[in-house]
């Protein structure tokens, strides 16, 4: 990579330094505009070409927040893998702000229509809907005493959000930081998420993003933002302006967070870009080394090795490619404080030449690097190809989405028989794909749902998907969501419904919280959020996918129980364990599963499909959970150390009710569907009685 300026625009106080790396340009000018307005830039310069494939041009007068873009010159030969167009004018990749996001249209396709990508090129300007990227501002961010929070993994608790999405409709925000990182800074935000026992914030991907040519035909837009745009630049829709204002609102939501406890994680997607596939848009990194960012296939180059679903996948093989997403790391880690990254389908980052052959190699260097490896870093073990289920085979120091903890405790609650070994292994930590040498059930992110699929509320009160408003005739969206409705599909006044969604809801949340490894919730749930059936809502921006913050009072109760049951697991270090639990089996005891009747469970009856309820006795701490639809007699165990007697402090079935005791050998009662949690009591005599 080039030597010298750095990649990029840099402002000296009296000169820009325009920096762009292309190995395979046969020449490249910088662009001028006045404004975004603007349809064509005021000043054209041509950058010269420096070793290292590095080209540059040095513009005086030039002050922070000017507006800029390129036009690369060079072969287009598509059948060799390049799309060179200096008809359209293209965003600098590492740009730090972003001056205008592109409006679609037409001319930012590089080739002629009717020609699948393979033809001639086309040579309308783009110049009037092209992103544009701004100089940045080198004036130091004033950061105070400002420092991360390094919360230790068994204390976390992530909370995936949507910066739009968490404060669009909240009342409490003031009108012109709704849906803004300074929302997501507001006071009442903050009580919020301390209130909820949360240490961790996981933001849906906030680098600037563009539409696809088909929702912005459709009047929708890509609303989650998993389509990337510029690696390095925050997206300006959750800014006051356009120019440099994300820069600066981005640090001080990070300020703000970290003033009170929170880290802040990145979704971030690094693995593809918003170009898509060879019909998609010249916008960038196409148009200035499409050859050198861009995985192509080997039997035809003018095509894209898609592992991604989206249309290309960046080639973390190349080094001005890696280097991209080094620096961006860095970048993000340096310069706007960020606390953790949780890589978008990561194993096409660590793909060979066909199958994911690197994970260790390179999500270790990633690891080793000085900079980032102080942070938490967490994936997304599968991508959308072949051999691209990589669950439990990433590197020491990673923590995974366990999607497989997802699935088990939705078909465990849903009533499915034959679930308790598997569900045991989840409650325990995962130790069968997360028990190699250096890791712990902390690599396992437990969760029940996220930003993809139903809500929590609609997980409980839906069968089949409702994505109709999506434009794709419902086709979209995952089909198998071990969902179920409660026994009515979809809105109902049924009271026997509603209270058996609500208990559902709990029932998840306490399994949740009281498994080894690290809780995240999906944002909105805590309030009953819901997508009316929508489980692929990534492309609506408005109140179906928004938190409603106007809470009934079923709701407020439902978001104090969390609040309580989130206390619970952060006053109990039995329930966040570094070290996974040992049955015999493993050669050891920290954990005994009970059966119902008494006595610990036994060869047979683990196998016995049709038995659905089971206690997890480690640590003085007793979990049941019985997802029968009738009630159940738990026989509470007697225990060393003389306590003789439990304390019920957690009801999925009676979530308002005080802590109850209870002798041990005595049978208490576990209501349908619901989890309860004991723990030891060295005074029976005192509080109140479980009713038998």
């Known amino acids: 990579m080039p030597s010298g300026a750095p990649l990029g625009a840099t ?36 950058l010269a070409k420096e070793k290292d494939h590095a080209w540059r041009a040095v513009m005086p007068g030039l002050s922070p927040g000017h507006l800029y873009g390129y036009r690369v010159s060079g072969p287009w030969d598509p059948a060799a ?12 990749p590492y740009a730090q702000a972003i001056g205008r996001p592109p409006r679609w249209h037409p001319s930012l396709v590089g080739y002629q229509a009717g020609s699948a990508g393979d033809g001639p090129a086309d040579l309308s300007d783009s110049a009037s809907y092209a992103p544009l990227a701004a100089v940045p501002d080198p004036a130091p961010f004033d950061w105070g005493d400002d420092r991360p929070p390094r919360t230790p993994w068994a204390d976390t608790v992530i909370y995936e959000a949507h910066v739009k999405g968490l404060t669009a409709q909240h009342p409490g925000v003031a009108p012109q930081d709704r849906g803004r990182f300074l929302g997501v800074a507001a006071p009442v935000v903050l009580d919020h998420l301390r209130r909820l026992g949360v240490t961790a914030v996981e ?27 510029a ?63 861009y995985r192509l296939r080997p039997d035809r180059r003018s095509r894209y090795e898609d592992f991604t679903g989206c249309g290309n996948t960046v080639d973390m093989r190349s080094p001005p490619a890696r280097a991209l997403v080094m620096d961006s790391l860095r970048y993000w880690v340096r310069e706007m404080h960020v606390d953790g990254f949780r890589f978008d389908l990561a194993p096409a980052l660590a ?84 028990g190699q040498e250096g890791r712990s059930p902390q690599a396992s992110v437990n969760y029940v749902t996220s930003h993809d699929g139903f809500t929590l509320a609609d997980l409980v009160s839906y069968v089949s998907k409702r994505n109709d408003a999506n434009g794709e005739e419902n086709r979209d969206g ?24 609500r208990r559902a809801r709990r029932s998840l949340l306490v399994t949740l919280f009281v498994s080894q490894g690290v809780p995240m919730l999906s944002g909105g749930d805590e309030v009953g959020r819901t997508q009316h059936g929508n489980n692929n809502a990534y492309c609506h921006d408005s109140p179906l996918s928004w938190t409603d913050w106007a809470l009934p009072e079923d709701q407020a109760q439902f978001l104090e129980f969390v609040r309580r049951l989130a206390l619970y697991r952060a006053t109990h270090a039995a329930l966040r364990r570094t070290e996974f639990l040992r049955s015999p089996g493993d050669g050891g005891l920290d954990a005994r599963w009970l059966r119902p009747e008494g006595g610990e469970m036994t060869e047979r009856e683990w196998h016995d499909a049709p038995r659905q309820t089971i206690g997890l006795l480690f ?47 005595s049978r208490v009662r576990i209501a349908p569907g619901s989890a309860a949690v004991f723990g030891l009591s060295r005074a029976p005599s005192g509080g109140a009685r479980i009713r038998p």
């Not at 599968?382 to 120091?397: E, K, T």
């Open 11 to 46: 402002w000296d106080d009296a000169d820009v330094i325009f920096t762009l790396w292309s190995a395979h340009a046969r020449a490249v000018e910088l662009c001028l505009f006045d404004s975004p307005e603007a349809r064509a830039p005021r000043l054209t310069v041509p």
């Open 81 to 92: 893998g390049h799309r060179f167009n200096p008809a359209k004018v293209l965003l600098d």
């Open 203 to 229: 933001l849906l991907p906030v680098h600037a993003r563009a539409n696809e040519r088909r929702l912005s035909a459709l009047g929708l837009t890509n609303y989650w933002g998993y389509n990337t745009l």
């Open 231 to 293: 690696f390095f630049a925050p997206d300006p829709r959750f800014a006051s302006s356009t120019t440099l204002a994300a820069v600066t609102e981005f640090k001080r939501m990070v300020q703000a967070l970290h003033a009170a406890g929170l880290e802040v994680i990145l979704d971030v997607v690094y693995n593809h870009t918003a170009e898509g596939d060879h019909l998609g848009p010249h916008l960038s990194l196409r148009g200035i080394d499409n050859a050198a960012y």
């Open 351 to 434: 793909r060979g030449t066909d199958a994911v052959q690197d994970l260790a190699g390179f999500f270790g260097a990633i690891q080793a690097d000085p900079v980032i490896a102080p942070v938490k870093l967490l994936v997304e073990p599968w991508d959308a190809a072949p051999g691209g289920h990589q669950l439990g085979a990433f590197p020491p120091g990673w923590a995974e989405w366990n999607g497989r903890y997802r699935d088990t405790v939705r078909r465990f609650w849903r009533g499915d028989a034959g679930l308790l070994p598997d569900l045991a292994t989840r409650l325990a930590g995962s130790r069968d794909l997360f």
């Open 478 to 501: 995952e089909t198998h969501n071990f969902s179920w409705n409660s026994g009515e599909e979809g809105p109902t006044s049924r009271p026997e419904v509603l209270e058996r969604r």
């Open 619 to 665: 640590d003085g701490v007793l979990v049941v959970l019985n997802a029968q639809d009738a009630d159940v007699d738990f026989v509470l165990p007697e225990s060393a150390g003389g306590a003789r007697a439990w304390t019920r402090h957690v009801d999925s079935a009676d979530p308002d009710a005080r802590p109850e005791i209870a002798q041990a050998g």
